[in-house]
């Protein structure tokens, strides 16, 4: 007898697709998430370059008034939400008071313990919150309260010491986004792979890596999955790198930069770095940093940071597939998907592939803007402004014009030479000039103003990708989800001899007979003309056979 040839083609066992490339999608999405990041460089200045009264300790500050103000004052002045002086606050920032949210940060310390409990990373800070008494008891002890609320939202209070004396810092703020966009997407490793017999029948439970409340809170991340456990460990992180990096504790910090006025959340912070003064300023160090080291380095922790605080979450986002018929609840935030498969084919063996699907996420940070930030260290000399008020900064806190012409160039020349992510140096800003009309009286002569400015056509491009400024750093992670993508693939081997090869095959061409039966009636009765006599046909053909019932005559033996 021949050997009856498959109606399957023998195509290789594990073949997916054409090539053997697993399927990948992209659809380019402009999907983005975006985090804003704050870099603190301070100029390394001459202390001959600040006027006089900027290098002595104010009177009446903070700390002469505070360790002078009874318990008791100090504890109603905090309870009614009051300055302690005009300007000076019990608790900075003064927005922050104003608006109760000292309350709020207290209130959350039952919060944050548990979270601790929990196993859940928190602010250490927050471990002093214990209650009013004790924020009044460091008050007292002569440390200024911050409030501050962190990247994940966790309100913070941090104890600032009085400075030993006053130290004028001059600090360019560099305002940059970390933006992760969706890149491919597409299959990635085995999960598992089961094989059902012909004719079999089973059933799967399938659970993924959020199950289980624990686990979930740890799989997450800022990239896919912003939350408060998720945004505290990559802040976490950034501060330990930070404080390792610039030798300088948050308190240090917060005192140089003046961030602590600033009040809220400026987003991830990267920290204080120290850059040359240059351009006759006269730094105080022997070797100077300039904004593109120290950038690097804080673009570098940004990057890094993250890249571990995502790797941590993708290695415990597992997923079970279980052909077991049974499974056993863990707890009530439990959630399975059960599934019946079988296998229809009479010969061959139904092969079963699960894989994980991955999501690409491609993060570029860039920077956007600029503003600048002067501090003593104490609250009443610290000052802030824009591109467009620094001139006016810099007299007040500078001896004379040609100090404040130097200071002004080195920090213009630091601004016009950022270099990006492909080591092309980029103007961040810009010189315009304009003429100003007269309106209203268009006699009136027209004035000519010079001024600088961000640019405001800073754009940059990455791929498809395209962002509102200079690009510090591309980095591309690829993440695993929760999703599973599953294949059959069709066993080439042959269940049957050839007796039951035969037998199947003559039910097939039993089946075609009988399509080509009800065909060729179909053709007939399209072909007739008269609707009347087509369906006189067609119910002869597709239901009773006349028009008048017919009966057959029952034949029983003994009867006539």
Known sequence: MEKLKSCVSQEPFSKLEENGKASILNYNLPQSTCYDATSYLGLDLADNLFKANQKRQPNNDYWDYVTKLPREELTKKLDLNVSLL?????IQTYEAVRSGVIQNTLATTKKAFAMKAAGTPVSARLDAIENKE???????????PVYKQRFSRIPEIVYLPKPRRAEPQLNI????KMCSFLGDYGAGRTLKTFSLLP????????RTYQYQETIRNLAQNVLDSYSESSAEDLQTSIEHEVEHASSLSKSESYSKTGNWKAGGSAGLNLGFFKIGGGGGG?????SSTSINQAVSTQVGILVNSTSRHTSKSDSLREIEINSSTSSTAINETEETIVRELENINKSRVLNFVFRQLLQEFVSITYLYDVSFVYSTGFPTQRKSCKLSGLNDMLKEILVNDKAVESVKNEIYTQLCSIVDYEGNPQNMIEKVNQKFRNCINP???ERDFEFVRVRKDIRQKYKDYTVNGIIMDVTSRTLRTPSVVVDALLGQGEALDCYNMTLQEAATQQAQLENNRLKQAMDIIENIADPTEKAALYKKVFGECCDVPQYVEKYVEGES
Do not use: Q
């Open 199 to 206: 004719g079999e029948k089973t059933t799967i439970t399938m």
């Open 173 to 176: 703020v560099l305002h940059m």
């Open 282 to 286: 006269g730094g105080t160090s022997a």
């Open 86 to 90: 005009p300007g000076i606050p019990v």
């Open 443 to 445: 006699k009136a002569d």
């Open 134 to 144: 004790y924020l009044v008891d460091r008050i007292k002890e002569g440390f200024m």
